[in-house]
């Protein structure tokens, strides 16, 4: 897909923000997978780092939530399966790196 993704908020502590194509999202990141992280690969549960995730289109007040994660899926709106795979690898990928010395 190419999206480009921006990050516009990373706490130090897992906790980041940004942007997608049209969307807004939050993630929580682990810093080792888990068992009720997203799988990067299947998108099911089990075996990623990002344990908590919402995309959501719209303003603050007046959000449309079209993917929310917390340890299992709450929802995910079939058209938006693409975008969120794409972020999930992205967070695993760029949120897995270390400084080896």
Not at 16 to 28: D, P, S, V, Y
Not at 63 to 69: N, Q, S
Request: a positive charge; aromatic letters at 10%; glycine letters at 10%.
């Amino acid at each position: 897909m190419g999206s480009r993704i921006d990050v516009s908020q990373n706490s130090g502590h897992g906790l980041i923000e940004g942007r997608i194509m049209h969307c807004r999202w939050f993630a929580l990141v682990q810093p080792e997978p888990t068992s009720f992280g997203i799988n990067p690969r299947t998108l099911l549960k089990g075996g990623g780092r990002v344990s908590r995730l919402c995309v959501y289109t719209g303003s603050t007040n007046k959000k449309e939530i079209v993917a929310e994660y917390s340890r299992g899926w709450v929802s995910l709106k079939y058209n938006y399966i693409d975008i969120v795979g794409e972020l999930v690898n992205y967070l695993e990928r760029r949120y897995s790196l270390r400084v080896v010395k």
